[in-house]
């Protein structure tokens, strides 16, 4: 036991090391010095050995703490070294592709399987759509124009010149794929020579270059709903570039923007605004007409000794709640009205009514705790 190495030295991480961090240690070490990399090398094999063993300790939860409380004495007697690298293969090989691993292991014969070549979908586009503060009350249609990628009229996508046909790649044979075999295993790549198309064109479209697509500017009707705030994502399936090869299109987002409105103000789905009014009405009360974001007009009453700054609450005079039923509310500020400039009659009243409250005008006005 004293000559042998320690499990945290021969994965080289650190006795803290997580699970994911030992995994990827020991398949670092297991692909470097595989017996089926190393044909006859007795030395990558005992390495090979080491790292298993190792591996094996340090990823059983009750064998590692054995392990790091006694050392090789507390998992003496352990029986079985290397089941798991020959057997575990989603443990250790878990990035890559099984199929490809156990193919280049055991040979084509092993879990064959066709590839189909999916047609790529296009991108996805954002516009950035402007509206008015009323316009997301009510909502609205908008007309767009977008520049996106369409198919090409000139050779229906294909990319090719009229009376001539894409060839098979000759590096991928055609599956768009290129195959890689290092020792046990095999990892598939996308061919670099037809980026995955496996095809080349051999005589491009001059319309589009043999790229199958040509730039375009279309015109979209947006339906905007009620209730759409700044920030909001508008998804319009379908409408955004056209994928390559016939690919399916992608999606078009709008993103909304509202402008700041001259009178309201919105805050989740009420409306505030402020309404002036004179200091008799204040006084005695009275009816006032009110603008709504509705572009109506409502009656409220002002109740007598209103004050300056008071809110009132005009129920179901707000901003619709978006995809449900009901709305905000209107909240109306009053802001009492003091006039700059006085009328001789004007004046003579309001001097009677401050004699009344037992002022003097004009004098200084004694303040009582």
Avoid: W
């Amino acid at each position: 036991m004293a000559n042998k190495r320690d499990y945290y030295e021969i994965l080289s991480v650190a006795k803290n090391a997580q699970e994911d961090e030992i995994k990827q240690a020991y398949r670092k070490l297991a692909l470097k010095y595989h017996p089926d990399r190393n044909k006859g090398n007795a030395e990558a094999e005992e390495k090979f050995k080491e790292a298993t063993e190792a591996y094996e300790i340090l990823r059983d939860p009750k064998k590692r703490a054995q392990y790091d409380k006694y050392g090789h004495e507390g998992v003496a007697g352990f029986e079985g070294f290397g089941r798991g690298a020959y057997t575990d293969f989603s443990d250790i090989f878990g990035d890559f592709d099984l199929n490809d691993i156990f193919e280049g292991f055991f040979g084509s014969g092993f879990g064959g399987r066709t590839r189909t070549k999916k047609p790529r979908r296009g991108s996805d586009i954002q516009y950035d759509l402007t509206i008015d503060l009323e316009s997301a009350a009510t909502g609205k249609e908008a007309q767009i124009e977008i520049p996106r990628n369409e198919m090409c009229p000139s050779c229906s996508g294909s990319g090719s010149a009229a009376g001539s046909k894409p060839v098979v790649c000759p590096v991928c044979s055609g599956t768009g794929q290129i195959r890689q075999t290092q020792g046990f295993f095999s990892i598939t790549q996308t061919c670099y020579k037809c980026r995955g198309e496996g095809k080349i064109i051999s005589s491009p479209c001059k319309n589009c270059g043999g790229n199958g697509l040509v730039m375009k500017k279309r015109k979209i009707t947006v339906k905007v709903p009620a209730g759409v705030e700044s920030g909001s994502r508008l998804k319009i399936g379908g409408e955004g570039e056209q994928g390559p090869s016939g690919g399916p299109r992608g999606d078009l987002y709008v993103v909304i923007h509202i402008l700041k409105h001259a009178i309201f103000e919105r805050h989740g789905n009420d409306i505030l605004s402020i309404v002036d009014i004179s200091y008799p009405m204040a006084c005695l009360g009275g009816e006032i007409e009110v603008d709504t974001i509705m572009k109506t007009r409502v009656k409220m009453k002002i109740p007598t000794g209103a004050e300056n700054g008071q809110v009132f609450r005009l129920k179901g005079n707000g901003i619709p709640y978006l995809g449900s039923y009901g709305r905000g509310d209107q909240l109306v500020k009053i802001n009492v009205r003091v006039p700059k400039k006085l009328t001789p009659r004007q004046k003579e009243l309001l001097q009677e009514l401050a004699r009344l409250e037992g002022e003097e005008p004009g004098s200084t006005m004694r303040q009582f705790y």
